[in-house]
């Protein structure tokens, strides 16, 4: 049997979503701010506690406030380099006085198969993109749900959040059928 070569093909498009971390008076005006560079926002999921770590507490106070948002126009999955550059620059506008971050904005894409997020820091099941970015497969889909690996970040392993992805995978489908 002789084997073929793999044929290099375009990605298909993939779902773009950025989570949000801070306090939730924040949140209207950075939503402002992506809606201008992505488009319109097709989910805002509810404000959820941010409960799960405090290792933003130091840097951005306690009783911090997540919320996830996805967007109607689809990406290219290697636009997320760019996308986390952005989003770095942009909280960066979010500053206190004493050059603290206020807001964390986490971006990242749904896929059919997969949630993954973008991140400046390295570690050993991290994939360097380029720009100094890196990505990590944070999900999979398996057995009819998103399932969490080994390194997922225990807030992401919660029912609740599994929840939003597995509605977000059925939005991503619908739309990918239409």
Same mark, same amino acid.
Request: with cysteine; glycine share 6%; net charge positive.
């Given at each position: 049997?002789?084997?073929?070569? @793999?044929?290099?093909? #375009?990605?298909?498009? +993939? #779902?773009?979503?950025?989570?949000?971390? @801070?306090?939730?008076?924040?949140?209207?005006? +950075?939503?402002?701010?992506?809606?201008?560079?992505?488009?319109?926002?097709?989910?805002?999921?509810?404000?959820?506690?941010?409960?799960?770590?405090?290792?933003?507490?130091?840097?951005? @106070?306690?009783?911090?406030?997540?919320?996830?948002?996805?967007?109607?126009?689809?990406?290219?999955?290697?636009?997320?380099?760019?996308? #986390?550059?952005?989003?770095?620059?942009?909280?960066?506008?979010?500053?206190? @006085?004493?050059?603290?971050?206020? +807001?964390?904005?986490?971006?990242?894409?749904?896929?059919?198969? #997969?949630?993954?997020?973008?991140?400046?820091?390295?570690?050993?099941?991290?994939?360097?993109?380029?720009?100094?970015?890196?990505?990590? +497969?944070?999900?999979?889909?398996?057995?009819?749900?998103?399932?969490?690996?080994?390194?997922?970040?225990?807030?992401?392993?919660?029912?609740?959040?599994?929840?939003?992805?597995?509605?977000?995978?059925?939005?991503?489908?619908?739309?990918?059928?239409?």
């Amino acid at each position: 049997m002789v084997s073929k070569m @793999g044929k290099i093909c #375009k990605q298909k498009s +993939v #779902k773009l979503i950025i989570g949000l971390i @801070g306090k939730e008076n924040l949140f209207s005006k +950075v939503k402002a701010k992506l809606l201008t560079k992505f488009g319109m926002i097709d989910f805002s999921s509810t404000i959820l506690d941010f409960t799960s770590t405090d290792y933003y507490n130091r840097e951005m @106070g306690s009783d911090l406030k997540r919320q996830f948002l996805s967007f109607k126009r689809l990406i290219s999955p290697d636009m997320l380099p760019d996308i #986390k550059n952005y989003t770095n620059t942009l909280e960066s506008n979010f500053y206190s @006085g004493n050059k603290r971050r206020l +807001v964390n904005i986490d971006p990242g894409y749904l896929s059919i198969a #997969k949630l993954v997020l973008a991140t400046t820091k390295d570690h050993q099941h991290r994939i360097y993109l380029g720009k100094g970015i890196f990505a990590e +497969v944070t999900l999979r889909y398996k057995g009819k749900t998103f399932c969490s690996w080994d390194w997922t970040y225990p807030d992401y392993c919660t029912k609740e959040y599994i929840s939003i992805f597995n509605q977000l995978r059925k939005e991503l489908y619908k739309a990918k059928e239409s």
